[in-house]
Nanobody, 119 residues
Framework: QVQLVESGGGLVQTGGSLRLSCEAS????????MGWYRQAPGKQRELVAKITQGHQASYADSMKGRFTISRDSRNVYLQMNSLEPDDTAVYLC???????????????WGQGTQVTVSS
């Protein structure tokens, strides 16, 4: 089994910052990417940022320049600056990995952490 535990969400004013953390544990053999998605009420889940084993990061356009993703070992972090009310959502940690070399890569999800940005 694989567990992803997020932390760091909360309430912040417009222009503020938050740092999210996610720790992965369990049967993890070969990581492809780790990342963050978000889902706001009534909206589809969307990619925020992801990072490869080689630390190559990619971002959704609206997050570029404001958010920074990083990782070490089995942890992934998201530094969020200049937060706006539209950033309000549940942020979910994502791990794409395979538990053994004969398996296909698959996605694993955390339960999410709430980020609320007040105007």
């Amino acid at each position: 089994q694989v567990q992803l535990v997020e932390s760091g969400g909360g309430l912040v004013q417009t222009g503020g910052s938050l740092r999210l953390s996610c720790e992965a544990s369990g049967s993890i053999v070969q990581i492809n990417t780790m990342g963050w998605y978000r889902q706001a009420p009534g909206k589809q889940r969307e990619l925020v940022a992801k990072i490869t084993q080689g630390h190559q990061a990619s971002y959704a356009d609206s997050m570029k320049g404001r958010f920074t993703i990083s990782r070490d070992s089995r942890n992934v972090y998201l530094q969020m600056n200049s937060l706006e009310p539209d950033d309000t959502a549940v942020y979910l940690c994502n791990l794409n990995q395979r538990p053994n070399v004969l398996s296909s890569y698959r996605d694993y999800w955390g339960q999410g952490t709430q980020v609320t940005v007040s105007s």
